[in-house]
């Protein structure tokens, strides 16, 4: 099979990326996860694919599936990863990228000092009918959540996205209430979810469980939605730095109708080649 591929990360959030163009990269929900298992495959959050784009003045289209095997719309780390990786490869000598995603249409660039900044298009709140720049209660809408209630902002980047205001993200609990509120009914194809401390009007702190793979050391979208909540909120400016676990990234959003700009590294930590599918996890073998 000799199927060539990249290790990236971007902060720490890891990507196993396939060059889609130049080799045919067929994919299950089997492999994927058999890939991204840390102990019987390589081992990440999310698999990443480049594959030719379908549409004329865009340069590729972007595959993002998570680490449970599901396919999803968009994803702002690997975005950078991608721009970084088609250029490393020679897919393209551009600066300036259009990737076309199951979430709508974004632009990477990458910058004179290798960081990347993508512009990842407008948000929406997901699942309201008013506009943002009136935001009413849907901006804190209350939810009833393992006999607590909770106010949360529901925003969509493409993908679904659940921000909750927190005191402490430290002691945020990530890995209790994140996986209730990624299955509660408000949102049909699941969430991510993101717990925010505001620490200045324009530094936010964000812990993340992000739908597929769990509890992460970034989400670049969450990144992204929890700036948008937090300007909805009228807790930070038009432009903000977003501390995750596995470090920054800067945010800028001007508001209602525009798109957010997202700039962070994209650092890729090894090449390989797959001679065959990695095993799929036996069912014996343990958490
Ligand atoms: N890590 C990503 C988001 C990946 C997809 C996400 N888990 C989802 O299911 O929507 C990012 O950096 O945005």
């Not at 890891?14 to 890939?35: C, K, P, S, W, Y």
Request: hydrophobic share 40%.
């Amino acid at each position: 099979m000799n199927l060539e591929f990249a290790k990236m990360h971007g902060l720490g959030n890891d990507f196993v990326v396939f060059d889609g163009v130049r080799q045919a990269v067929e994919l299950t929900r089997e492999r994927i996860r058999a890939i991204a298992d840390r102990r019987f495959g390589i081992g990440c959050d999310q698999v990443l694919v480049l594959e030719p784009a379908e549409r004329s003045g865009v340069d590729f289209a972007y595959r993002i599936y998570n680490a449970d095997g599901g396919e999803v719309e968009q994803c702002g780390n690997g975005a950078r990863c991608v721009a970084l990786f088609a250029r490393e490869a020679g897919l393209t000598d551009k600066d300036r990228l259009r990737l076309e995603t199951l979430g709508g249409e974004i632009m990477p660039r990458i910058l004179p000092d290798g960081r990347v900044t993508v512009d990842m298009g407008v948000p929406h709140l997901e699942g309201a009918d008013i506009p943002l720049s009136e935001p009413g209660e849907w901006v804190r809408a209350p939810l009833e959540v393992a006999g607590e209630r909770r106010r949360i902002t529901a925003v969509s980047v493409g993908n679904p996205h659940c921000v909750l205001e927190v005191e402490d993200a430290t002691a945020a609990p990530l890995s209790t209430l994140g996986p209730v509120l990624e299955h509660h009914p408000l949102f049909p194809n699941r969430a991510n979810v993101e717990f925010v401390e505001v620490r200045s009007p324009d530094r936010i702190r964000v812990r993340v469980w992000e739908r597929g793979a769990g509890v992460t050391l970034a989400c670049g979208t969450g990144a992204c939605a929890s700036v948008v909540a937090a300007r909805l909120w009228d807790r930070v400016g038009p432009r903000a730095e977003v501390e995750l676990d596995g470090g920054n990234l800067t945010i800028e959003w001007a508001g209602p109708e525009e798109p957010i700009l997202m700039t962070g590294p994209a650092v890729i930590t090894f090449r390989g080649v797959l001679g065959q599918w990695p095993a799929s996890r036996p069912a014996t073998a343990g958490p």
